[in-house]
């Protein structure tokens, strides 16, 4: 069962799918136990794996997981004790089969299963620092202060304006009673004259 063509592209880029996501290769990688070319050699193992198995007849997922193994071993100095490298080499002989007998559908799934949910660019969004958000929120404060300042002040300034206007007949009523009360209170300055009753007692009869 030879795969060809479009079919091993895309088992090419299956492949990728299943090495990316493994835990084991992820910490050599991240950790440079293959020295400092550690993810060009990550790259070369995808490479040398399509080749292993599309250049060998019917490959065993054992003889895929001995492969594995040894570059584990030998390039990133890594020792897979786990059950992780059975079920990776599983996955890739399975995907394999799948391109050779046309489920390229199935395959694409895969493949777009594995893909990030959100863009990378998301990651880069620049993160204020707390400094920065305390300055915005006291600029915030002292704007709504200075808002607040003018409000009053400019209410202030109308009400005292609107306090002293009248209309012209209730300011010359307003005058006149200001003076009436101040002349009946000053009455002996002003000429005006206090009458006061007085009650004399009648002299009994002897």
């Known amino acids: ?22 835990q084991a290769l992820h910490i050599a990688v991240d950790n440079m136990f293959g020295g400092p070319m550690s993810k060009e050699k990550a790259l070369w193992m995808e490479d040398v794996t399509v080749h292993f198995i599309c250049n060998n007849d019917d490959v065993q997922p054992w003889e ?72 915005d929120v ?14 009053v002040e400019n209410g202030l300034e109308q009400l005292h304006i609107s306090e002293k206007r009248y209309p012209s007949s209730e300011q010359n009523e307003v005058e006149e009673r200001e ?9 002996d300055d002003d000429g005006w004259e206090i009458v006061r009753s007085s009650h004399r007692k009648s002299k009994s009869s002897a």
Not at 138 to 151: F, G, L, P, Q, R
Not at 179 to 187: A, L, Q, S, V, Y
Request: a negative charge; charged letters at 35%; proline letters at 3%.
């Open 179 to 187: 003076e009436d009360g101040h002349c009946k209170e000053n009455g």
């Open 138 to 151: 006291s600029e915030d404060v002292s704007e709504d202060d200075e808002d607040k300042d003018i409000t």
């Open 1 to 22: 069962m030879a795969v060809a063509g479009e079919d091993k592209d895309l088992f090419n880029h299956a492949v990728s799918a299943v090495l990316r996501e493994w």
């Open 64 to 135: 895929l997981e001995d492969y594995l193994y040894t570059i584990m071993d030998q390039e990133f100095h890594t020792i897979i004790d786990d059950a992780s490298l059975p079920m990776i080499s599983k996955k890739i002989c399975q995907l394999y089969t799948q391109c050779g007998n046309g489920e390229t559908s199935e395959v694409r799934e895969f493949i777009l299963s594995r893909l990030p949910a959100k863009p990378i660019e998301v990651q880069c969004v620049r993160q204020e620092s707390l400094e920065d958000q305390i300055e």
